[in-house]
């Protein structure tokens, strides 16, 4: 490990931690209010996460990394996934199979046979990061016009469309909103004043928790702008209990790994979230929250000596290079 590199981007580890563990969370059992709780943020953290790291380059560089850390990934995984469902069910359909590959094109989980929910969000982050380097970045008269499509599509109750165009225009918000961040040094001044932090910590928390009395705003609310600013507050929450942690604790090898880890799991815990939920069925456990933060737990660890074995042998699955692999 890189612990120079650590200490400096520790609480983005800590904020990317929090992200994919809600994430995983959010598919078992939970309140209805702590899933509009949670869904008020979790999945616009992780578009303003891409592009708080954005960086600037020419339009080669950025299409090859796209293509390496995002299209690759998601033609493989998708892949992958369909190969492991016909084993797991014995499913040798061939127009069944050729039907599941077909959703591949298609991008969301509106296709009938899109074989694995959690990877909408890769097409969907695949056509924020094009419509931001092609258009938004040349001129914000682009970002405007995407953003009057966005509303149109959102009053409109226009759900699931082709290559998740209707959530990437939503979460293009959140992704301009990192970049902004990123670009004036926001979170630095934040760090830099610690007495700030608790405060807005506070302020954001009891601000998300009325959001979430609304309902599930990231794209079931009544109004738009309710769904920006509901995202937007949870992300100042989640970053600044991520500060908070990173004040009071040393960086953590293990925080920093399940950071590292965070597409893997995303993608994968479709299948380790139904196998441990059998396992914690079992034991029987009274309060649903008890049973379902275990179940998030065991679920994130079996993933990882997967993952392990993926980074060791086949790191491009999930758009590591193998030159990156000693700062791991």
Known sequence: MDYQKINRYYWMDVTKFIG???IVLCHFPISKYTAKFLWTFHVPLFFFISG???K???TQD???KLRFRLIQPYIYIYLLTVLLTVLLKSDFNVMH???MILG???GTHSYPDFINSALWFLPGLITVQLLYFFLVRKAKLFYFALLGVSVFLYLKAYLNLFFSMDLALLGLNFFVAGVLVKKYNLVDAIRARS????ILFILSFLTTIDFAYLGNVWYGGKHYSISLLGGLVGIVMTITLAILVETISKPSTFITYISNSTLFIFCFHVFSSPAVKVIVDALAIKTMIVSSLLATVLSILILLPINEMIVRFVPELIGVKRSNLTTR
């Open 97 to 99: 199979i050729g039907s």
């Open 52 to 54: 708080y790291l954005f």
């Open 195 to 198: 007495n700030w932090v608790f």
């Open 104 to 106: 591949l094109f298609w």
């Open 20 to 22: 994919i563990f809600l």
């Open 62 to 64: 950025f299409l090859d």
């Open 56 to 58: 600037e380059t020419n």
